[in-house]
């Protein structure tokens, strides 16, 4: 049974930085493609970030390209955002996902595309 489970939410102020965590249990990490989507209060889900397999190739959504990071840490089954320059528009549910389908950038940002996912922590960003 594959389980994530996102940690590192909470409060910040504009200007700010947060990581969040997400450790990958049940799933043979290695083969998973792995992404962060968001779900602003009453927006839909959009996605944010995703590395490839081998932690090489990573894709961004626009409005964080240059102030997020992605990675991947396989020793821990961990994949990690960090996220830098917080503005009140990153206040979001951010989950992440993962799928062992191979990482086109054409379709990582697809929430349909990914199979298992977290729970969600929560980042409010505000003064």
């Known amino acids: 049974q594959a389980q994530l489970v996102e940690s590192g939410g909470g409060l910040a102020q504009p200007g700010d930085s947060l990581r969040l965590s997400c450790v990958v249990s049940g799933l043979t990490f290695t083969t998973q493609r792995l992404a962060w989507f968001r779900q602003p209060p009453g927006k839909e889900r959009e996605f944010v970030a995703a590395?490839?397999?081998?932690?090489?190739?990573?894709s961004y959504g626009d409005s964080v390209k240059g102030r997020f990071t992605i990675s991947r840490e396989s020793g821990k089954n961990t994949v990690y955002l960090q996220m830098s320059a917080l503005k009140p528009e990153d206040t979001a549910v951010y989950y992440c996902?993962?799928?062992?389908?191979?990482?086109?950038?054409?379709?990582?940002?697809?929430?349909?595309?990914?199979?298992?996912w977290g729970q969600g922590t929560r980042v409010t960003v505000s003064s």
């Open positions: 996902a993962a799928d062992s389908a191979a990482f086109f950038v054409r379709d990582v940002g697809d929430a349909n595309k990914y199979r298992s």
């Open positions: 590395i490839a397999q081998n932690g090489r190739i990573t």
